[in-house]
């Protein structure tokens, strides 16, 4: 149960890491969009794993087929079911452990609720499952290019553990030139040597992920409920690893004073609001205020590492437990792509359920 998320636009996820499949069912997709299987795998091709030494070494094409609610090119309206195989599996290098419980990682707690889990990679635990989540994003973004081709989704590595990037050397199309995502040269090149040695050493390091969503109208989301940053906060909390989620200042703005967090407002030439900062992240009150949409959110360090740790076993026994096979030893960069599809699925469900309740156009209009 609860393997769905979304209102209008809805995505089911299914399967496990060592399954011999998973993917997605995506209902409430529109009627008429543009969609073919080479869409969603340019963003699936950014997500897979074993592209380079920082991530994991599980080549996994990540080939992603649609098997229904596409006709001749475009979208029925009817579900779109999603199917990735899973070709690369080593579920041999998970044997020592599947009487022991990994110190950090979701073992205990599946043992805990369930009486049972499935040890090989992780299971259903797994941050395999994300590639369906990824490819729903790519459907959810074809359907955003159709009904609202302005918006623009960006997501980056602002920290690598102990490593920042430096805002005042940002820069957009420095993302896609490292295998970072980071809009930093400079950062690029200190967090290789700095990943480098953590994966030499057997382990592993958080990180931070920002996602921007650009040319979101206002009227986005609503009150208490159905609020746009509630149900974004919550999409990010639920991909594998993520600890803590920010909007806008975030945490942050517990050391602002009312005067410092204020987003002054003027009217633009355009006759549109015109905002001086963003502390808000582009929501106020839940509702999308046609500023940029800010979010933010923290992934733990991989949990399966060479350095010995103490558990216990099912039994209740001491144990140490040395988890070895193919892991990230940053999985925050391949989690990039995924809050990004994230990002995706939230705002087109809510564009969706704005369309639904007031129509397309803005209601209310200012200074007219």
């Keep these: ?66 098997l229904s609610g596409v006709y001749e090119g475009r979208t029925t309206g009817t579900p779109v079911q999603l199917m990735i195989e899973n070709t690369d599996q080593r579920s041999k290098d998970y044997s020592e452990i599947a009487e022991k419980f990994r110190p950090g990682h979701a ?23 994300t590639a369906a989540r990824v490819a729903a994003g790519g459907i959810a973004r074809a359907a955003l290019g159709e009904l609202a081709p302005g918006i623009e989704i960006r997501g980056y590595m602002t920290r690598m553990g102990t490593e920042a990037i430096d805002r005042a050397r940002f820069d957009w199309d420095e993302i896609e030139r490292n295998p970072f995502w980071v809009p930093d040269a400079t950062a690029a090149g200190t967090w290789a040597d700095y990943l480098d040695g953590l994966r030499k050493s057997g382990s592993s390091v958080g990180a931070e992920i920002e996602v921007v969503v650009r040319g979101a109208p206002a ?81 733990k360090p991989t949990s399966s590492i060479l350095t010995p740790r103490r558990t216990i076993t099912k039994a209740g026994e001491p144990a140490e437990i040395v988890t070895k096979g193919r892991h990230d030893p940053c999985v925050g960069i391949r989690a990039v792509p995924v809050g990004e599809a994230m990002a995706a699925c939230v ?7 704005h369309r639904a309740q007031v129509g397309e156009g803005p209601r209310g209009t200012i200074g007219r």
């Design 107 to 129: 073992d205990i707690t599946y043992w805990q609720k369930y009486g049972i889990r499935d040890p090989r990679g992780g299971g259903r635990s797994s941050a395999r499952e």
């Design 347 to 353: 705002i087109l469900d809510h564009l969706m359920l």
């Design 219 to 299: 009227g986005l989301g609503a009150p208490i409920y159905a609020k746009l940053d509630t149900d974004l906060a919550a999409a990010m909390m639920s991909i594998n690893a993520v600890k803590g989620v920010e909007i806008g200042e975030g945490m942050n703005a517990a050391r602002l004073t009312g005067e410092e967090n204020a987003d002054e407002i003027d009217m633009g030439d355009d006759g549109t609001p015109v905002f001086s900062s963003n502390h808000a992240g582009g929501i106020l009150g839940g509702i999308s205020s046609g500023q940029d949409i800010v979010c933010r959110f923290a992934v």
């Design 1 to 66: 149960m609860m393997n769905s998320f979304g209102h209008i636009f809805r995505v089911t996820t299914w399967g496990e890491s060592h399954g011999p499949a998973l993917g997605a069912t995506v209902d409430g997709v529109p009627p008429g969009v543009p969609l073919d299987e080479a869409a969603i795998q340019h963003w699936l091709d950014r997500r897979k794993p074993g592209q380079n030494k920082y991530t994991t070494q599980r080549r996994e094409p990540d080939a992603v087929r649609i």
